[in-house]
């Protein structure tokens, strides 16, 4: 404190001014992570988030240990496997596996070679349907290129790859949605951008991987994904 004194009787009134840093911003919380390490036989894809939404892996699934491969179904076939070719993690009562009206993203490491030329459109990942109360968030090919949707009464948001991701290679998708956006990633790049609100999404479904849970595969398509998954990951926050 010297000169303290003698600085202060010199110049008057002296004002501090302290500076604070802002607040850092909400860290995101993991709500699913499947990692489909399990081995063959398994029954359960383990959520490794620690909130224990665990799926039940349907019978033609191949589990190797290290990743889950999902056998081929023509459209043409005209039969509806339904939870025999999904992944299935049911709906969360508390609302931690709904995107909400915040931040939200999903992440899934696949490798497939189906939905190229071929014409046909399946889903990889999805919660909802087009008429589900409450919204839709689903991962599709058409023609090879992912497509992610975001979608409520209040609005949608779509985003497309501009290249063909079945090519039999491994890609990572991530799909990320604010409330005014909705960006997709590919392989750690900005692969499409869309400015757009998308409302509440909060539905009743469960998260299904690998096709759809509802349909007869003659009115409604069931989309099955053909390849194999690494992972899946939803963040929220």
């Known amino acids: 404190m010297i000169g303290v ?91 931690s596996l709904d995107p909400g009206r915040g931040n939200f993203s999903v992440e899934v490491r696949f490798a497939s070679s189906v939905g190229g030329s071929s014409g046909e459109t399946p889903n990889l990942l999805q919660k909802g349907y087009s008429n589900t109360s409450g919204g839709q968030v689903k991962l599709q090919f058409n023609r090879g290129r992912i497509r992610c949707t975001f979608a409520t009464s209040q609005g949608t948001a779509a985003v497309t ?40 999404l909060n539905n009743n479904k469960p998260w299904t991987v690998g096709g759809k849970q509802q349909c007869d595969a003659v009115r409604v398509d069931c989309d ?9 990951r939803l963040t929220k926050g």
């Not at 099955?224 to 899946?232: E, I, M, R, T």
């Open 5 to 95: 004194r003698g600085g202060l009787a010199a110049a008057g009134t002296v004002m501090l001014c302290l500076s604070h840093p802002a607040p850092a911003p909400a860290a995101s919380t993991t709500v699913l992570a499947l990692e489909l390490n399990e081995g063959p036989g398994a029954s359960t894809a383990v959520d490794s988030s620690g909130l224990g939404h665990h799926g039940a892996i349907g019978s033609h699934l191949m589990m190797d240990g290290a990743v889950a491969s999902f056998d081929r179904h023509s459209p043409t076939e005209g039969v509806a496997y339904r939870n025999e070719h999904l992944i299935v993690v049911p709906d969360a009562a508390d609302a």
């Open 161 to 200: 790859s501009p290249r063909s991701v079945s090519d039999g290679e491994w890609h990572v998708v991530r799909c990320a949605r604010t409330p005014t956006s909705v960006t997709l990633h590919v392989d750690g790049a900005v692969a499409d951008r869309r400015t757009a609100a998308t409302g509440t």
């Open 224 to 232: 099955y994904f053909s390849g194999s998954v690494d992972y899946v």
